[in-house]
Nanobody, 118 residues
Framework: QVQLVESGGGLVQPGGSLRLSCAAS????????MAWYRQAPGKQREVVAG???????NYAGSVKGRFTISRDNVKNTVYLQMNSLRPEDTAVYYC????????????WGQGTQVTVSS
């Protein structure tokens, strides 16, 4: 069983920065695809950024150039550095781990609230 624990959310003014962290239990982290999702009130959950085991990254168009996903396979942790935050970035942010192989098993963290407001 994999457990994911997010931290780093909070209230920030527009234009500010936050860094989210997600610590994973177990040894499967280093062979798993990791991603960050977010869900705003009244909206569907959407992918924000993903990172492969090899460090290749991809981003949603709305955050490209502002957010950076990274991973530390020694600390079993994935990060999301968020810069130039906007009110529309306000959401609950979730960490996601996808196991390798077939079938894929997905694990989710409990979520961390990010609020961008003046």
């Amino acid at each position: 069983q994999v457990q994911l624990v997010e931290s780093g959310g909070g209230l920030v003014q527009p234009g500010g920065s936050l860094r989210l962290s997600c610590a994973a239990s177990g040894s499967i982290f280093r062979i798993s695809h990791m991603a960050w999702y977010r869900q705003a009130p009244g909206k569907q959950r959407e992918v924000v950024a993903g990172i492969t085991t090899g460090g290749n990254t991809n981003y949603a168009g709305s955050v490209k150039g502002r957010f950076t996903i990274s991973r530390d396979n020694v600390k079993n942790t994935v990060y999301l550095q968020m810069n130039s935050l906007r009110p529309e970035d306000t959401a609950v942010y979730y960490c996601n781990l996808q196991t390798p192989g077939v079938p894929v098993t997905a694990y989710w963290g409990q979520g961390t609230q990010v609020t961008v407001s003046s």
